[in-house]
């Protein structure tokens, strides 16, 4: 267990973060909300995805300020991943643990982008490596206003980590 502990809680991220700077950096989060969905946005123009015509781009924001990136792609073997993880599971490859907060932006392709939730996969996949409860997720509605979720809004009483130590 303490080596799952480990992996969760981000002994591996370069640059070890204080709570103090925790607290500071999530109550910044309206400041570069825009700026997180329109990189998302351009991300989105990366999505491979012949069979849904559905394009996805995220941008996951890391603990240390970098910013982490993915769309979907598809196959036609129907095995694909979402943006979210995508954007997850490159940073998590290359050493990133603990983040701060997701920007979606989706939408039928080479329409303008509507609000789009991350799934309930890429939300379990998502609770493995954040708070729940601090962890914001972004999504810019139809309108062009931008909302903010945690992550335990989307995804309540969530089974992660915790529950197995
Ligand atoms: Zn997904």
Same mark, same amino acid.
């Given at each position: 267990?303490?080596?799952?502990?480990?992996?969760?809680?981000?002994?591996?991220?370069?640059?070890?973060?204080?709570?103090?700077?925790?607290?500071?950096?999530?109550?910044?989060?309206?400041?570069?909300?825009?700026?997180?969905?329109?990189?998302?946005?351009?991300?989105?123009?990366?999505?491979?995805?012949?069979?849904?015509?559905?394009?996805?781009?995220?941008?996951?924001? &890391?603990?240390?300020?970098?910013?982490?990136?993915?769309?979907?792609? #598809?196959? @036609?073997?129907? =095995?694909?991943?979402? %943006?979210?993880?995508?954007?997850?599971?490159?940073?998590?490859?290359?050493?990133?643990?603990?983040?701060?907060?997701?920007?979606?932006?989706?939408?039928?392709?080479?329409?303008?982008?509507?609000?789009?939730?991350?799934?309930?996969? &890429?939300?379990?996949?998502?609770?493995?490596?954040?708070?729940?409860? #601090?962890? @914001?997720?972004? =999504?810019?509605?139809? %309108?062009?206003?931008?909302?903010?979720?945690?992550?335990?809004?989307?995804?309540?009483?969530?089974?992660?980590?915790?529950?197995?130590?």
């Amino acid at each position: 267990m303490d080596e799952l502990k480990k992996y969760t809680e981000g002994t591996i991220v370069e640059k070890k973060i204080t709570l103090p700077e925790k607290q500071a950096i999530r109550a910044d989060i309206p400041n570069f909300a825009d700026k997180l969905i329109e990189i998302a946005d351009e991300e989105r123009k990366f999505s491979y995805c012949p069979y849904s015509k559905f394009s996805v781009g995220a941008a996951l924001l &890391c603990m240390d300020g970098s910013v982490y990136t993915g769309c979907n792609v #598809e196959t @036609a073997a129907f =095995i694909g991943i979402c %943006a979210e993880k995508n954007a997850l599971f490159k940073a998590v490859s290359e050493g990133k643990r603990g983040f701060l907060a997701i920007a979606v932006s989706g939408g039928a392709y080479e329409q303008p982008p509507k609000a789009c939730t991350p799934c309930g996969s &890429c939300r379990q996949a998502l609770t493995e490596f954040v708070d729940p409860e #601090e962890f @914001a997720v972004i =999504i810019r509605n139809e %309108a062009g206003e931008i909302k903010s979720f945690t992550l335990s809004e989307l995804l309540p009483y969530s089974f992660g980590p915790s529950n197995l130590m």
